[in-house]
């Protein structure tokens, strides 16, 4: 621990009131899910299925925490240095550019590897309960573990060295985390069982995902029980994959630290509207949406603070908008007909099921790296004193904020309803659920602005911000999900209809009769929870607001 960039990053967040919280947080929570099962009349069951009930709800929830908190400290590491103008300073120090990234890894690797020592009470009182076995399940399940924690930081430092700010660092890391973890399952999701060349590279694709393995590591994967033999292929290419990718994602990172990076040429560019007529027209007949075109003036009917968020705002510029907008309209239609083709019968419910994952997967990913930083990326770069010094009111500011946010993602959610279009054109009846599905989605989409919004108004640094943001957000959609994998087993129906009622995202898939949810009631009550959520968050922005705009 001699070397100053280590001892830096480590101590340096260990001081910070977050770690400290993050630290207690992770092992309350183990420890709760752990004695919440422990039996009440001090026996232990012979059988093991209780022990084996919570060391699966264990180790799912203790691989959603690291998926959701991990990438968060070392995208902002590079990025943040270099905003300040520190990492001029260790890049002309006598350390190498591979010391200077030795000294951030390890760093930060030790800070998470803290967050899941706090795991290791919860994981030895599960198996104090009997029915698990040390050596083939807890120790493969915190080698797993170890790997991911090490793939997601190099992948973080990569992401971090190349990103010109710290929110877009944390946007592109969350997005590439959830691609690894999630996307990379959905080929051999609806390819398995068909023979040839394209069902047996997604069945090598989806063991970069951690998921396949710990489901067989918990016992829940196609082997039924897990077993050397067995979870050989799977845990081999999930090691592989994940040593090669951390490599991979070291060098690129060893490769942007060096003095390049401080002095990196940028095209000048022309404007269009220097050109000649001849180009210009060219281009107006090219392109739909001009990126190199001069802005027109704003009109006097519109918010400036709002065409200010639009055209400052990567995803707030028309041609990228319009990118996205396709890009989403394309997916659901793909995933619809992937489903409608596929060898499996899955059902309309099933389907419609995996729409609603999909949408509120885009609405999680998007909202907190566009609305966590309104107000705390303003107070960070001293923005916010000079909109305030406009003839615009508060009013007018918060109001141009977050219309910029809230119309983006009705474009995205708008954007995703071609899939449910085909659904409807093939099943009729399905028109009275999907108009029920979009209220929920609708409810989802203000919350989380609310949400954002709120917590960007209480911090002070975006990077912090949009980290609670993404963990909130995920908490209340995904987290608690952990609990309906845990019915009729480790919970009871009514304590999950009860947690359930604040996810829309369940209600959504309620509604729609996903299979595993026809059997709860989540509706109307998720509608009055959304609503009183979002009132609450309305408050604390409204306040925390009127505060900073109040003379010193």
């Known amino acids: ?167 877009a660092a944390l946007r592109i890391t969350y997005a590439l985390v959830l691609g690894l973890a999630v996307v990379a399952l959905g080929p051999h999701f609806f390819l398995q069982g068909k023979p040839g060349l394209l069902p047996r590279l997604a069945e090598s694709l989806r063991c970069v995902s951690p998921v396949p393995t710990m489901m067989e590591v918990a016992g829940h994967g196609d082997v039924g029980s897990f077993s050397a033999a067995a979870s050989f292929p799977t845990m081999t290419r999930f090691l592989l994959f994940t040593a090669g990718s951390s490599v991979v994602f070291a060098g690129l990172t060893i490769m942007q630290l060096s003095t390049y990076l401080l002095d990196r040429p940028r095209p000048q560019g022309i404007v269009t509207n220097d050109r000649s007529l001849g180009a210009r027209t060219l281009r107006r007949m090219v392109f739909l949406v001009d990126p190199h075109r001069r802005k027109t003036n704003i009109r006097w009917y519109m918010n400036p603070v709002m065409v200010k968020e639009f055209r400052t705002r990567r995803f707030g510029r028309t041609h990228w908008l319009l990118r996205l907008v396709s890009l989403a309209a394309l997916a659901s239609v793909l995933l619809t007909y992937a489903a409608t083709t596929g060898t499996i019968e899955w059902g309309v419910g099933m389907i419609a099921g995996m729409m609603v994952v999909f949408q509120v997967a ?49 474009l995205v959610l708008f954007a995703t309803l071609p899939g449910y279009l085909v659904m409807i054109w093939i099943y009729p009846p399905l028109r009275w659920q999907v108009s029920q599905v979009l209220i929920c989605l609708g409810w989802m989409i203000l919350f989380a602005t609310l949400l954002s919004a709120a917590v960007s108004s209480l911090c002070r640094r975006a990077a912090t911000a949009t980290t609670i943001a993404y963990g909130l957000l995920g908490t209340v959609c995904f987290g608690t999900m952990l609990f309906w994998f845990g019915r009729g087993t480790t919970f009871g129906h009514a304590t999950i209809e009860s947690i359930l009622k604040i996810n829309p995202m369940a209600a959504a898939l309620t509604i729609i009769e996903t299979p595993g949810f026809t059997t709860f009631n989540l509706v109307p009550a998720n509608w009055w929870w959304m609503g009183g959520l979002c009132l609450v968050c309305a408050v604390v922005l409204l306040v925390q607001t009127w505060r900073l705009t109040r003379p010193l």
Not at 57 to 75: D, E, R, T, W
Not at 137 to 155: E, S
Not at 392 to 407: D, E, N, P, Q, R
Request: overall charge positive; hydrophobic content about 55%; some cysteine.
């Open 1 to 167: 621990m001699a070397h100053p960039i280590i001892q830096r990053e480590l101590i340096g967040t260990m001081r910070t009131k977050r770690a400290f919280v993050l630290l207690l947080g992770a092992a309350v929570v183990f420890v709760l899910l752990v004695i919440g099962r422990w039996p009440g009349d001090a026996t232990v069951e012979l059988s093991g299925v209780q022990a084996q009930e919570v060391f699966r709800l264990f180790a799912y929830g203790l691989l959603a925490v690291l998926l959701l908190l991990v990438p968060a400290f070392p995208a902002t590491s590079i990025v943040r240095e270099k905003r300040q103008g520190t990492l001029t300073l260790l890049l002309c120090s006598p350390l190498s550019p591979w010391s200077v990234f030795w000294g951030k890894a390890t760093g930060m690797l030790c800070f998470v590897m803290l967050i899941l020592a706090m795991s290791v009470p919860a994981a030895l009182a599960a198996y104090a309960m009997g029915g698990i076995s040390i050596r083939s399940q807890l120790l493969p399940l915190y080698v797993i573990l170890l790997l991911v924690l090490l793939q997601y930081t190099t992948l973080a430092l990569m992401v971090s060295s190349m990103a010109n700010s710290t929110d």
């Open 362 to 410: 885009l609405i999680t990913v998007i909202t907190p790296s566009l609305a966590a930083n309104l107000i705390s990326a303003e107070r960070e770069s001293g923005g916010w004193n000079l909109l305030l010094m406009t003839p615009l009111s508060a009013a007018s500011i918060l109001y141009g904020k977050l219309a910029s946010v809230l119309l983006t993602l009705v």
